[in-house]
């Protein structure tokens, strides 16, 4: 019999939502321990980092790294797992572009702390008493923490990644394709999106009309979506435009709106910035345009709140303007 | 301090290259902060090539149109004026002013306008200072390459430990 592939599963800054959309192959499971064994995964296994460490140089196969990189732990990991493995996938939306903990760069550590050590309503801390990453006792024993960073990275900012697998997590039918691939053993091109290049809409089965227009923004409790209409021109906020396919639309079947998490085409230079394009440039144009003063776009355009959370949910990390500088508040950064 | 600004101006092909054009036969002066780059509408001046004008260090960004119901593609400068409206709330919330970003509807006979729109943008950029975009940090290194493990260095520079 030929030998088994080694694999493992490595855990970043994660909300383990990828873990368990991992388990959650179910049957397929049975099948990759037949072929593969699962030499290092924190989430079903006991495993120590130092046992990852000792490993051999390039000796597991397949690595999925889920999870951002935000502190030093995930980035030894990181590093760790990429001289470990032959082949290195970043797993979910975080690992790929920061995801949902990437719109911390909107803040910093010192405000990031501030809120999570003092300003929490259940939070009584009046001598500012926060982790550090190194404390020594009187006879000098040192216990150490990670290291938290400024900002929230993808795992490609640190370590060369092969493959890419985005979604927040990625679903049951992708993980069983990239399965398919790895056990048929033709790898695509290193740096490949295991998605398609085609944006959400393309496969979106909602009918659109030929010129389409917005006349108001609604929030998706505001109203009741005809199930069978483009969400859009609804009002709706969806990122469909500028999302890549490969969920099979699932949000959009259970009549919500996509918010981007499988991250833009390789067509987009920037996930936030050609969703805006589309959506501002449907919003509510009619034959009266002259007459509408620049103080008429405005409160048009500001319907939509938050147009930074909104267009960047997952992707920020990996935006033109990658986190944000304090120029109003003359702030250093 | 030994700060010149950089902007960069979009002109669209009918009516306010044309302006800009006139401007310069006329020997209007202006201040040579700025930097041209011609399209064919408002309207083809993409929100992403904005960003990245500020991501690689503009200081201020001017795009220019024809004036609303004259532009040659029809529509092309209502989606434009949407926008920019939305990209400035967008640029604020990342932490730039949305001043360094300016709407203007020049026609092919306005030199003078055009002259006015660069000298005054230009100092209202000189007041605002430089971008906070522009100073060289460890994200530039990772922008410039973003699969090399150079980072680390700059990232332990960047967040020191508590
Ligand atoms: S991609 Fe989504 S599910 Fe996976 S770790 Fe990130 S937030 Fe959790
Ligand atoms: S915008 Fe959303 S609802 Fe409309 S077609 Fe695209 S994915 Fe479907
Ligand atoms: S519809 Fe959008 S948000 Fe929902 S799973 Fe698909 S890509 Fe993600
Ligand atoms: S052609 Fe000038 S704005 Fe469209």
Redesign the interface.
């Known amino acids: 019999m030929a030998e088994k592939m080694k694999l493992a599963i490595i855990r970043g800054a994660t909300c383990s939502g990828c873990d368990v959309e991992i388990v959650d192959i179910n049957e397929r499971l049975v099948e990759v321990l037949g072929i593969a064994d699962i030499v290092y995964a924190a989430v079903i296994m006991d495993t120590k980092h130092s046992e990852l460490e000792a490993m051999a140089d390039g000796s597991i196969d397949i690595t999925f790294y889920h999870g951002a990189v935000r502190d030093s732990e995930n980035e030894h990991l990181a590093k760790i797992a990429r001289k470990k493995s032959k082949t290195l996938i970043a797993f979910g939306s975080c690992a790929v572009y920061g995801g949902i903990p990437g719109l911390a760069n909107v803040t910093n550590k010192e405000e990031i702390f501030k809120v999570a050590y003092q300003d929490t309503p259940s939070t009584v801390n009046p001598d500012f008493v926060v982790p550090l990453p190194e404390w020594k006792d009187e006879r000098g024993h040192v216990l150490t923490l990670p290291r938290f960073y400024d900002d929230v990275f993808s795992l490609d900012d640190f370590v060369e990644v092969d493959y890419y697998l985005p979604g927040c997590p990625p679903l049951v039918t992708q993980i069983n394709q990239a399965l398919d691939v790895i056990v048929s053993g033709e790898l695509p091109p290193k740096g490949k999106v295991l998605a398609s290049e085609k944006t959400l809409c393309d496969e979106c089965k909602r009918e659109k009309s030929e010129n389409m227009r917005i006349e108001k923004i609604c929030r998706p409790h505001e109203i009741e979506p005809d199930p069978e209409k483009c969400l859009l021109e609804q009002g709706i906020i969806c990122l469909g435009p500028a999302t890549r396919a490969g969920c099979e639309a699932k949000c959009i079947e259970a009549n919500m709106p996509c918010r981007g998490c499988l991250g833009a085409t390789a067509a987009a230079i920037d996930q936030g910035g050609s969703i805006l394009s589309a959506i501002a440039s449907i919003l509510d144009i009619t034959d009266k345009e002259s007459q509408m003063s620049e103080e008429d776009i405005y409160k048009l355009v500001s319907q939509i709140k938050d147009p930074l959370g909104t267009f960047y949910r997952f992707s920020m990390p990996k935006s033109l303007l990658r986190r944000t500088k304090k120029e109003l508040e003359k702030e250093k950064v | 301090m030994d700060w010149e600004p950089k902007i960069l101006v979009f002109c669209c092909n009918w009516c306010s290259y044309a302006g800009a054009d006139l401007a310069g036969i006329a020997r209007l002066q202006m201040p040579t902060n700025f930097r041209m780059i011609k399209v064919m509408c408002s309207g083809r001046v ?3 090539f ?3 004008a ?2 690689k260090g503009a200081d201020g960004v001017l795009v220019s149109g024809c004036h ?2 004259d532009c040659h593609y029809i ?1 092309g400068n ?2 434009t ?3 920019i ?3 400035k ?9 949305p001043k360094r970003l300016r709407l203007e509807w020049i026609s092919a006979a306005e030199g003078q306008k055009f002259a006015q729109v660069i000298r005054e943008f230009t100092e209202e950029i000189k007041a ?1 200072g430089p ?3 522009k100073k060289k ?3 530039a290194v ?2 410039a390459s ?4 150079k ?2 260095t700059a ?1 332990a520079e ?2 020191p ?2």
């Open positions: 993409d929100p992403e904005i960003l990245s500020f991501s609303l119901a529509g209502y989606r004026r949407r926008r409206a939305l990209l709330i967008l640029i604020e919330q990342y932490g730039l002013n605002l971008s906070p975009f940090s460890a994200l990772v922008e973003p699969t090399v493990a980072v680390s990232v960047a967040s430990g508590t």
